[in-house]
Nanobody, 125 residues
């Protein structure tokens, strides 16, 4: 069982930056690929970024590439998402997740078996 708690969301203006954090309870945190997803109002949850267990490999959605940076600190069991140049279309509830399955694509929500409760990010124009 893994418990995840996101923090750092809030209301910002377009062009601002925000950093999200995700604290994980698992002692084996360093063994997991981790991901960030988001769910815009009225839409389905979508992939944002993921990072390998060691932190050496990262992948991003095209919509955030060059603006967002995913990171992790295995010594502190934390996952981060630095979001720069925010846009109104980045408004969503952001979730961190643990990847437990490898039968599908890295961006598939079905491959992730533990989720946090989410943190709201609102970007005003």
């Amino acid at each position: 069982q893994v418990q995840l708690v996101e923090s750092g969301g809030g209301l910002v203006q377009a062009g601002d930056s925000l950093r999200l954090s995700c604290a994980a309870s698992a002692r084996t945190f360093s063994s997991y690929t981790m991901g960030w997803f988001r769910q815009p109002p009225g839409k389905e949850r979508e992939f944002v970024a993921c990072i390998s267990s060691s932190g050496g490999n990262t992948l991003y959605a095209d919509s955030v590439k060059g603006r967002f940076t995913i990171s992790r600190d295995n010594a502190k069991n934390t996952l981060g998402l630095q979001m720069n140049s925010l846009k109104p279309e980045d408004t969503a509830v952001y979730y961190c997740a643990v990847r437990g399955g490898y039968s599908g694509a890295y961006y598939d929500t079905a491959q992730y078996n533990y989720w946090g409760q989410g943190t709201q990010v609102t970007v005003s124009s």
